[in-house]
């Protein structure tokens, strides 16, 4: 059965960060291809919560957040 040998090619990835074949097997840090990659990515996706967290787009989670602090914002400022 070499059909069986020749599926297993199916666990080759891509590394999503630079695009290299990437056995899957045996890659402690697939689906990267290298611990750089890895890190990459990983400071991608914390770049991009901040970025979202610090952005006063919601306007709702900012007064939550302040709420909290001052449960009564409007007999503070009337
Ligand atoms: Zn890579």
């Known amino acids: 059965m070499r059909e069986g040998v020749r599926h ?3 666990s080759i990835g891509r590394c999503p960060i630079c695009r290299r074949e990437v056995p899957a097997a045996d ?5 990267f291809c290298s611990e ?5 990515d990983l400071d991608n996706w914390l770049s991009g919560r901040y970025r979202i967290a610090g952005c006063p787009a919601d306007p709702s ?3 939550r957040g302040s709420s909290t602090a001052d449960p009564n914002p409007d007999e503070a400022e009337p």
Not at 36 to 40: T, V
């Open 8 to 10: 297993r090619k199916s």
């Open 27 to 31: 890659n402690p840090y697939r689906p």
């Open 36 to 40: 750089r990659c890895q890190l990459i």
């Open 61 to 63: 989670l900012a007064r």
